[in-house]
């Protein structure tokens, strides 16, 4: 069961301290450079098994038109410029068996792309929404400026200096004995139960984020709490950062506002939801992280 975890893996050097004025217009011109084209959220991909995100950089040429381009850095010494499209230039490669169009989620699950591109077209994507969602300046309303080759927006009216986001969530597998709590939202697949997650709140630790969303969500309260591991995830631009807790008590009260159901399960049942087996529930997909804590923990 030792399955990949989705997106942590970036073959990139991203040369953070080369994004200069004029990086961009260094490399998205140069035939050297490859290009990752996202159209509508959609990455394009040369087809294959596996295929390549890196297209070359005329594919642009194909667009009637194309929004902002960020410089990532560079794989294996070649520069990447990741192009955001509207929606529609996706339709342009659908019929075209040279290209695949098809989701992020679906990219990571069953690789269409060689593992270190996956986090690279994570971070394409995260820049691509980020610019999508900030074109005006939230200081004074005015239209914003790409610099920094794609990783700053300046203001030209009030000089505010804008940079990407990305929001911290926590993920935990609350234990107690040899059981551990799980829960469903209405939006989970059929029978499939996660562990709890939520955002950060601002002055927030994470070990008191893990207390308040499990507390809140299942009514549990939780001692210790420990960190295992974090994955980008990059629906639009979150950081998940996966603990584990010991819960202090066990009596359920679910926030069903939150959730449709909490409850406790045992390394059995969480075993044959891993290999797919369990005849009533199901494990998250192995490129999400809760699978992934679910599996330390059946190492314990």
């Known amino acids: 069961m030792n399955t990949p975890l989705g997106f942590v893996k ?25 290009v990752v084209l996202i159209a509508g959220g959609l990455p394009i991909l040369i087809a294959g098994r596996p295929g390549t995100c890196l297209l070359a950089p005329s594919v642009v040429e194909q667009l009637q038109s194309h929004d902002e381009q960020v410089y990532l850095g560079t794989l294996d010494g070649q520069p990447v410029v ?3 499209a509207p929606a529609q230039a996706a339709d342009l490669f659908r019929n075209d068996p040279a290209y695949t169009v098809t989701d992020l989620r679906s990219i990571a699950s069953t690789g269409l792309v060689p593992e270190g591109e996956v986090g690279l077209l994570a971070m394409a994507k995260s820049m691509l929404d980020w610019h999508a969602r900030h074109r005006f300046c939230a200081n004074c309303g005015s239209r914003t400026m790409v610099e920094h080759a794609g990783f700053r927006r300046d203001c030209p009216q009030c000089e505010a200096q804008h940079f990407p986001r990305t929001d911290p969530v926590v993920i935990m597998l609350i234990t107690r004995g040899d059981t551990c709590l799980l829960g469903r939202s209405a939006r989970f697949q059929s029978r499939t139960y996660s562990c709890l997650a939520g955002f950060l709140e601002p002055g927030e630790t994470i070990e008191d984020a893990v207390r308040r969303e499990t507390f809140e969500e299942a009514g549990i309260r939780v001692g210790a709490v420990s960190y295992l591991a974090s994955q980008p995830w990059p629906f639009p631009s979150s950081l998940m950062i996966g603990c584990v807790g010991e819960a202090e008590d066990d009596e359920i009260v679910i926030d069903t506002t939150e959730l449709e159901d909490v409850r406790w399960f045992t390394r059995d049942d969480v075993r044959r939801m891993l290999d797919g087996t369990h005849p009533e529930y199901a494990a998250p997909a192995p490129v999400a992280i809760a699978h992934h804590l679910l599996l330390a923990w059946m190492r314990t």
């Open 82 to 84: 990741a192009t955001g």
């Open 10 to 34: 970036n073959s990139l050097a991203r040369h953070s301290a080369e994004r200069d004025s004029d990086a961009l217009d260094r490399y998205r011109d140069n035939p050297r450079s490859a």
